[in-house]
């Protein structure tokens, strides 16, 4: 397997043709240091010894492997909890992680890329068949903006559902809802 994956390692394996995709083609990128995030599979332990091989006799990369635990008995609500945990780990010791979601099933890289969307981390993926690394959004990019208007039309709609009079003990509540919306829309007009 190891002598296949020198002969061409971006044919041989969506990993490292991901990895390679990306060392290509992002400007500035480097590797300090590989994680491979293995399954506890059979087939899982023999690809990732192959690859940790390559990485570190043939690119000279420093390689760490974590083997998840879940994935060979099928339970895979533990293994998809041990693996976020797992990069969680590997984030708080590390500097700069960029998440390579290519391998895995398709449930892995949905729970990794949630993952790196809420810790602010780069994470790309890339076909198997393509040569073009795709940089997945970063949580800034799938914010969801809202515009003032909005804004002022939930604050309005909380106000002006407030029984005032019941609180109060009288039915004034229309002018100080007029006035508590005023007050929010000069607010937000000259704030936002």
Do not use: C
């Given at each position: 397997m190891?002598s296949?994956?020198r002969?061409?390692?971006?044919?041989?394996?969506?990993?490292?043709?991901?990895?390679?995709?990306?060392?290509?083609?992002?400007?500035?990128?480097?590797?300090?240091?590989?994680?491979?995030?293995?399954?506890?599979?059979?087939?899982?332990?023999?690809?990732?010894?192959?690859?940790?091989?390559?990485?570190?006799?043939?690119?000279?990369?420093?390689?760490?492997?974590?083997?998840?635990?879940?994935?060979?008995?099928?339970?895979?609500?533990?293994?998809?909890?041990?693996?976020?945990?797992?990069?969680?780990?590997?984030?708080?010791?590390?500097?700069?992680?960029?998440?390579?979601?290519?391998?895995?099933?398709?449930?892995?890289?949905?729970?990794?890329?949630?993952?790196?969307?809420?810790?602010?981390?780069?994470?790309?993926?890339?076909?198997?068949?393509?040569?073009?690394?795709v940089?997945?959004?970063?949580?800034?990019?799938?914010?969801?903006?809202?515009?003032?208007?909005?804004?002022i039309?939930?604050?309005?709609?909380?106000?002006?559902?407030?029984?005032?009079?019941?609180?109060?003990?009288?039915?004034?509540?229309?002018?100080?809802?007029?006035?508590l919306?005023?007050?929010?829309?000069?607010?937000?007009?000259?704030?936002?």
């Amino acid at each position: 397997m190891l002598s296949f994956l020198r002969q061409d390692p971006r044919r041989a394996s969506a990993e490292m043709n991901a990895l390679l995709g990306y060392l290509d083609e992002v400007v500035g990128a480097e590797v300090e240091k590989v994680h491979l995030l293995v399954s506890d599979t059979e087939a899982g332990k023999i690809t990732a010894n192959v690859l940790l091989r390559y990485l570190e006799e043939d690119q000279g990369i420093d390689t760490d492997r974590h083997v998840v635990q879940g994935f060979g008995s099928e339970d895979f609500r533990r293994a998809l909890k041990n693996l976020t945990d797992t990069v969680r780990g590997i984030v708080k010791s590390s500097k700069n992680v960029v998440l390579n979601l290519t391998g895995g099933f398709k449930a892995e890289i949905a729970a990794l890329s949630a993952l790196a969307a809420e810790s602010g981390l780069k994470a790309y993926y890339i076909h198997e068949r393509s040569r073009k690394v795709v940089m997945l959004p970063t949580a800034e990019e799938l914010k969801v903006r809202v515009t003032k208007w909005e804004k002022i039309g939930g604050i309005l709609a909380l106000l002006l559902g407030v029984p005032y009079d019941s609180i109060l003990g009288s039915p004034i509540f229309i002018p100080i809802t007029l006035a508590l919306a005023a007050v929010t829309i000069w607010v937000m007009w000259t704030k936002v």
